[in-house]
C-alpha cells in the first residue's frame, strides 16, 4: 500500500483525492494546508486521518512515502525539493516548476536521492493518449510532421491565481503547458521556437500562439490564452493522414482517424475521474523501484520547460524570483 501526502488542498488536491477512491494500492494518509481548519476540512472530506496546518509536517510524517504537491506553480521547485529532502517520493503538478533552472535543480535532488519525481502530466496515462502513441506508432498517418493545438478558455475571476505573476500565472503556463507537451511527444525537442503574446495588465500572458520547428523537417503550432475561448483541440498531421483529437485535447475522450482509406473513430472513455490513470503509474513505478515514469521521463520535463521558457522569453513575460 503506497501511502500518499497531499500539500496545497485546492481545486486540483480535490480531483485527486476524488479519483484516488478508484485506485487500488495506495491511500491518502495526511494532508497539509497553511490553515489548519483547511486541513480538516480537507481530511472530513476524504477520510484523511492526519492533517496538518503547515506543509512540513506532512513532509515530517513517517506514514507518508510519496508528497503530492499541489500547490501554485510558483512554489513547486521549493515544495518537491523540500519533500525530496525529507526523503518522500513526489508527484509534482504541471507545470513543473516556473522555469527550466527551477526543474533543472528538482531533477537533481531527486536523482541524487534516488528518489522518485515525475511532472503530473496526466493526458499521457490517458486511454485517448494511449491510442494517440498507438495510431502514431503503427504509421496509419504516415510521418507526423504537424501538431497543431490550442487550450484556452476566458478566465473570470480576475482575482484568480491565473492572474497573478507571483504565483507563476498567465496562458503560457497553466493551459499552454499541454499543446507543448503534445508537441513533445509527437515531434521531440524543438530546433527553434518564436512566439508573440499579449500580456495583461498583471503582467502575465493572457494570449500566446508559438511555432515551433523540429530538425527533423517538422512544425508545431501552439496556443494558449486566458482571456479567450478557444476550440480546446488538436489536430496531428502526417505524410498519410491526420489525427483529429476533441475537445478537450488534454483529456480527449475519442480520436478521429483519417486517412486515405477512410475514417476510423477511436473510443478512449473512462469511468471516473481520469487523474486515477497517472496515480496508477506513481504506484507501479514505486512498488518496482523506478524513480522515473517512461511515459513522462524527467529529461522530457526539462526539455518541455525549456520550450516554455523559450516561448515567454519571445512574450517578455518574467516572473519575480527571476
Ligand atoms: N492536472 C490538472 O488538470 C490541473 C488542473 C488544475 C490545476 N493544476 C495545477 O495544480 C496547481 C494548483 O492549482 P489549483 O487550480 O488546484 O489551485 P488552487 O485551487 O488555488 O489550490 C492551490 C492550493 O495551494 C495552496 N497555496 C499555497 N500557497 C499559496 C498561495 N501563495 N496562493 C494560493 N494558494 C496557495 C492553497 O492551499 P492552502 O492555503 O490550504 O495550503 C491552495 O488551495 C497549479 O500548479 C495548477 O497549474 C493542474
Redesign the pocket.
Known amino acids: 500500500m503506497i501511502r500518499w501526502g497531499i ?9 485527486f483525492a476524488s479519483a484516488m477512491a478508484s485506485v487500488a494500492g495506495g491511500r491518502i494518509v495526511a494532508v ?4 489548519v481548519e ?2 480538516e476540512a ?1 481530511g472530513d472530506q476524504f477520510g484523511i486521518p492526519a492533517r496538518y496546518g503547515d ?1 512540513d509536517s506532512v513532509l515530517g510524517d513517517p506514514e507518508v512515502d510519496v508528497v503530492y504537491v ?7 521547485a521549493t515544495d518537491t525539493i523540500a519533500a525530496l529532502q525529507a526523503g518522500k517520493h513526489v508527484l509534482c ?3 513543473f516548476a516556473l522555469n527550466e533552472r527551477q526543474a533543472r535543480s528538482m531533477v537533481e535532488e531527486a536523482r541524487s536521492r534516488r528518489l522518485f519525481l515525475m511532472d ?3 493526458s499521457r496515462f490517458l486511454p485517448s493518449y494511449r491510442s494517440l502513441v498507438e495510431v502514431i506508432s503503427s504509421g496509419r498517418i504516415g510521418e507526423p510532421n504537424l501538431v497543431e493545438a490550442d487550450f484556452g478558455f476566458r478566465a473570470g475571476d480576475p482575482n ?2 491565473l492572474f ?1 505573476r ?3 500565472g498567465g496562458g503560457l ?2 493551459l499552454g ?1 499541454y499543446p507543448v507537451q503534445l508537441c513533445s511527444l509527437v515531434l521531440g525537442i524543438p530546433e527553434h521556437v518564436v512566439a508573440e503574446g499579449v500580456v495583461g495588465e498583471t503582467g502575465v500572458d493572457e494570449m500566446v500562439a508559438a511555432v515551433l520547428r523540429y530538425g527533423g523537417g517538422g512544425l508545431g503550432v501552439v496556443k494558449a490564452a486566458i482571456r479567450t475561448n478557444m476550440a480546446c483541440t488538436a489536430r496531428i498531421s502526417g505524410t498519410e493522414g491526420w489525427i483529429e483529437v476533441p475537445a478537450m485535447m ?2 480527449p475522450n475519442s480520436l478521429t482517424v483519417r486517412t486515405f482509406g477512410g475514417t476510423e473513430e477511436i473510443d478512449g472513455s473512462y469511468d471516473g475521474n481520469g ?1 486515477r490513470f497517472e496515480i496508477a503509474e506513481v504506484h507501479r513505478c514505486i512498488e518496482n523501484g523506478e524513480t522515473e515514469s517512461p511515459t513522462v521521463s524527467l529529461d522530457e520535463t526539462l526539455a518541455i520547460m525549456s520550450t516554455l521558457d523559450a516561448i515567454r522569453a519571445s512574450v517578455g513575460v518574467v516572473f519575480p524570483e527571476e
Open positions: 500539500i496545497g488542498p485546492g481545486a486540483i488536491a480535490t480531483g497539509g494546508s497553511r490553515s483547511r486541513a480537507f506543509y499541489a500547490t501554485p506553480q510558483s512554489r513547486h503538478e504541471k507545470p503530473a502530466i496526466w484568480h491565481r497573478k507571483e504565483l507563476g503556463l497553466d503547458v488534454h483529456c487523474l
